[in-house]
């Protein structure tokens, strides 16, 4: 079965708030230490990104890395997995500041 990077579950700059979300940065950590969407938490392993959104059913979590790919594949399997509450953003990190999001690190 191929993954559905299904666009109800992508999530653009245009209508991203961080505040609806808890943000997961899912990239390599010295990436994540260089510079983060303010707020997101930092996972990159596929079950410890499982096990925090079972621990929160009633919250959307959402995956976000370099330009949505990986978190759309990541999404993907969460979603086929049964967690409903899993989004991605389909956009590019470069494009964060220009939009008023806030970035730490770095």
Same mark, same amino acid.
């Given at each position: 079965m191929t993954p559905d990077h299904? /666009?109800?579950?992508?999530?653009?700059?245009?209508?991203?708030? /961080?505040?609806?979300?808890?943000?997961?940065?899912?990239?390599?950590?010295?990436?994540?230490? =260089?510079? !983060?969407? =303010?707020?997101?938490? !930092?996972?990159?392993?596929?079950?410890?990104?499982?096990?925090f959104a079972l621990q929160r059913p009633d919250q959307k979590v959402l995956l976000q890395c370099w330009h949505g790919n990986t978190a759309g594949r990541y999404a993907s399997l969460l979603h086929g997995m049964g967690l409903g509450n899993i989004y991605f953003l389909k956009a590019n990190i470069e494009d964060f500041k220009a939009h008023g999001l806030e970035m730490l690190g770095g």
């Open positions: 299904s /666009p109800s579950r992508a999530v653009t700059l245009n209508s991203f708030n /961080p505040s609806d979300y808890c943000v997961i940065d899912i990239r390599d950590h010295s990436s994540y230490q =260089k510079g !983060h969407l =303010k707020g997101a938490i !930092h996972l990159d392993d596929l079950q410890a990104i499982k096990d």
